[in-house]
């Protein structure tokens, strides 16, 4: 019988670039190589290959049983869906100084509607955006957070379209820190700029894209004792990894097929490549999903960078979607997300604003909803599936990334016909749902009920 409690072991990591190769205990403040300035990424030692990769002392059964019971804990970090898989993660000294807003946890859900349109038998969906702040950034932030209050820093910083920093906001202040965000002018949406307002961040407006706002944060970073929060951190890919141990775990340990994920700065899809391949090693699973990217036609850098130099060369874009929060033209993470991609025989595609917009209600009509990034993932199934990378019988994952209110703007322009003005496709129209206004009264009511009665049927 696995052993229902066992000790948290003390795992030590280290980081290591992705390019060279050169171990440091301690990263630079950039999280880049102090040798050829490329990223890191932690990896354990500690886990021997005697038998296997594997956290030593532990196995594969009992670990199982271990996350299971802890589902029942009253403690906070049982409760969080990132903590609760912290055998897997950089050990933390000291457990009542974790930050957590009890993160992850997030379900799975069958879109039936989507699943038809996309000629699939069954179409599954792990809603990050069910997480704390409204996006999948929490279970990386609760991590990279924690880090930051436990080496001494008062202020924590990133650059943003808006979710990251969202998060930050709320987890620095929820751990007693301050936060700095610098996002672009005009380009974040109103729900996630007035979160990190009311979580008390010192938000910055820039009059450039994120990539500039990236850049003005890595020289704020090497001038003033703020701890860099991007995904350039490996802390928070390490709490991102815990979305594909939990989806696993949901699916009672048996592989997806296909996992679709959106791609922006594409430090998500590189997390979530790192666990799977770690997960393997570690005896959990024998083979790994295929893991896809997908991105807007207008900030398409990884697509462009996979068919135009086979991965070779990133190929860096002026970078334009009205889905904002992937509106990236120089990712950070490429290479990382070329690893992943050539690791798990997955591909790339783009998707046209159009696309994402119609995507985006479908998912909705589905009564999930999610923001707007989230949706290319369902425009690029479509495009698999015409394309026969996905077959019908495939078991097909979507993680959708953000919350449907997250850009409520998007979501009223869409349906009152407001977002492409000039566009008169019948597929637009189809998935349009403008409210009605209407005198007051019952008749007026009902002659709307039966019309649009006769209109479905
Ligand atoms: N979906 C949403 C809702 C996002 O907010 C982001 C990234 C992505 C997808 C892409 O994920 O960057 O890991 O490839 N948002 C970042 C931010 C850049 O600042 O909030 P990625």
């Known amino acids: 019988m696995p052993q229902s409690v066992l000790p948290v072991r003390e795992i030590a990591h280290q980081f290591c670039c992705i390019a060279c190769g050169k171990v440091a205990a301690h990263p630079a403040k950039s999280f880049r190589c102090s040798s050829c300035g490329d990223l890191l990424e932690i990896s354990y030692p500690g886990w021997s290959t005697d038998q296997g990769l594997r956290p030593s002392g532990l196995n594969v059964a009992s670990l199982k049983a271990l996350w299971r019971t802890r589902r029942k804990s009253q403690l ?9 898989f912290r055998e897997l993660l950089p050990a933390f000294p000291d457990a009542s100084k974790v930050i957590t807003l009890r993160e992850g946890s997030t379900p799975i859900y069958e879109l ?4 038809a349109i996309a000629g699939i038998d069954t179409l599954l969906a792990k809603h990050q955006g069910m997480n704390p702040t409204g996006s999948f950034k929490d279970t990386g932030m609760t991590l990279a957070a924690s880090v930051a209050r436990a080496q001494g820093f008062m202020w924590v910083g990133c650059a ?11 987890y620095a202040a929820y751990g007693g820190m301050r936060s700095l965000v610098l996002i672009p002018e005009g380009k974040v949406s109103w729900g996630k700029l007035s979160q990190a307002l009311d979580y008390g961040a010192l938000t910055c407006q820039l009059e450039t894209d994120f990539d500039g706002c990236l850049r003005v944060l890595n020289e704020v970073v090497q001038r003033m ?3 860099l929060l991007n995904s350039v951190n490996p802390y928070r890919i390490e709490g991102q990894k815990t979305t594909a141990i939990e989806l696993l775990e949901q699916l009672d340990w048996q592989v997806p097929d296909h996992i679709i994920v959106p791609g922006g700065n594409l430090g998500n899809s590189s997390a979530l490549g790192k666990a799977f391949v770690e997960l393997r090693e570690l005896g959990f699973i024998e083979n790994l999903p295929r893991i896809s990217i997908v991105q807007a036609e207008g900030a398409n850098a990884l697509v462009r960078t996979m068919r135009e130099t086979g991965g070779k060369r990133l190929i860096a874009v002026h970078a334009e979607t009205a889905a904002s929060a992937i509106r990236i033209g120089n990712p950070a993470s490429w290479k990382k997300a070329v690893r992943v991609l050539e690791q798990t025989s997955g591909t790339v595609e783009e998707v046209s604003e159009t696309e994402i917009a119609v995507a985006k209600a479908e998912i909705g009509s589905d009564g999930i909803g999610c923001e707007p990034a989230s949706a290319v993932s369902l425009a690029g199934l479509k495009k698999f599936v015409k394309t026969g990378f996905v077959k019908p019988s495939d078991t097909v994952i979507l993680i959708l990334t953000g919350h449907v209110l997250k850009d409520p703007e998007y979501t009223l322009k869409f349906h009152r016909g407001e977002l492409f003005p000039t566009s008169d ?6 998935q349009q749902r403008a409210p009605t206004v209407l005198e007051a009264s019952a008749n007026a009511v009902i002659s709307e009920l039966k019309k649009a009665e006769s209109a479905k049927s």
């Not at 049982?78 to 609760?84: A, K």
């Not at 943003?160 to 709320?170: F, I, Y």
């Not at 496709?425 to 189809?430: E, P």
């Open 76 to 84: 906070a970090i049982d409760q969080s869906g990132v903590w609760r």
């Open 160 to 170: 943003s379209t808006g979710n990251t920093s969202a998060s930050m906001a709320a």
């Open 112 to 115: 039936r509607r989507c699943a």
């Open 425 to 430: 496709t019948d597929i637009l129209h189809s």
């Open 225 to 227: 004792p703020v701890y």
